[in-house]
């Protein structure tokens, strides 16, 4: 083994740096739901509408500027905006967003373990089209519902707010698929780092206005919660999507998305530890049932139709 590489078993020579841009990802983009709860939660945090548009319209701000000084792509093709356009709203206004209006409410890393059902809602809308799919796939879609149904059935008999809460991460997971989907099948823009930054754009623009008709409250936020912020933006989306891009470059795929099974982990971990979220019986099994259905899914989908299930390209940090 050399200075800069690491012998993985069954995947060879891995440069550290790559590796190093793994645990990044892993470690940042579990820890957002936190930044989330930390932002949204108590009388001095944002309204979650409002935290959403101001952290994607300066985060696509930010990386269009960075785009433009680096002389890069700037402009998506002509028919690509308004798939952009669609898919921004989708992961980031529906998808993050129903997020953040469930924290104000339920623990992070519950609602990180409840995301974890993204690969399973695009595996289901695979099979919508095909009908075809391998035994493996069935049993991983099978177990992860079930999954879900464990996770996710305490809260909803409890308080209306915490079912209200939860049916929203339910559709925020649903969101996230969607959008997903329609990127990969319509949004070929060659540099992620371009059509990522206009997705943020419009989905700030989509953020802003939910804000507006609902006629959230100016905010006036304390330390915490502006650290919050500026984590998510500064942390969350810029710092750990440019490692996200180096690790997809520098590592095999198949160990990249390795981080959707990690990240709640971390956000389980990370609640418990900073915020002292209880983890209950239901959580640790749905929550294990859900990973594994989603090993399932996405072992299946690469002995029968590549990629359609894989993991989140882009996280909700």
């Known amino acids: ?140 879609l099978a177990v992860g519902i079930g999954g879900l149904v464990v996770l996710t059935l305490p809260g909803l008999q409890g308080s209306e707010s915490n079912a209200g809460g939860i049916l929203a991460l339910v559709a925020a997971s649903a969101c996230w698929a969607a959008g997903l989907v329609l990127q990969r099948q319509k949004l070929l823009t060659p540099d992620p780092v371009t059509s990522s930054a206009w997705q943020q754009v419009f989905g700030g623009a989509g953020f802003l206005l939910v804000s507006i008709l609902t006629r959230e409250p100016l905010p006036h936020p304390d330390a915490l919660a502006l650290g919050g912020f500026g984590y998510l933006v500064v942390v969350g989306s810029l710092l750990a999507f440019t490692s996200f891009i180096m690790a997809t470059r520098l590592l095999p795929i198949t160990l990249v998305t390795t981080y959707s099974y990690v990240n709640p982990i971390v956000a389980v971990l990370l609640g418990a530890l900073v915020l002292g979220e209880a983890i209950t019986l239901s959580t640790v099994v749905g929550g294990i049932l859900l990973l594994v259905g989603v090993a399932g899914v996405i072992m299946g989908n690469r002995t029968g139709q590549p990629s359609a299930a894989e993991p989140v390209e882009e996280a909700l940090g």
């Not at 548009?53 to 960075?66: D, E, I, K, S």
């Open 1 to 140: 083994m050399s200075a800069r590489t690491l012998r993985i078993p069954g995947l060879g020579e891995l440069p550290l740096g790559g590796l190093l841009h793994l645990l990044v990802v892993y470690i940042v983009w579990g820890s957002t739901y936190l930044a989330i709860r930390i932002a949204v939660s108590g009388p001095h945090g944002f309204p979650p509408f409002l935290l959403g548009a101001g952290r994607m319209l300066l985060g696509g701000g930010l990386l269009l500027t960075w785009l433009l000084i680096s002389r890069s792509q700037v402009l998506l093709r002509r028919r690509e905006w308004i798939w952009a356009a669609m898919s921004g709203v989708l992961l980031w206004t529906g998808g993050n967003g129903l997020v953040m209006f469930a924290e104000r409410n339920l623990a992070s890393g519950y609602s990180a373990l409840v995301m974890g059902m993204v690969p399973i809602w695009v595996a289901l809308s695979e099979l919508v089209r095909t009908r075809r799919a391998p035994l493996v796939l069935w049993g991983g």
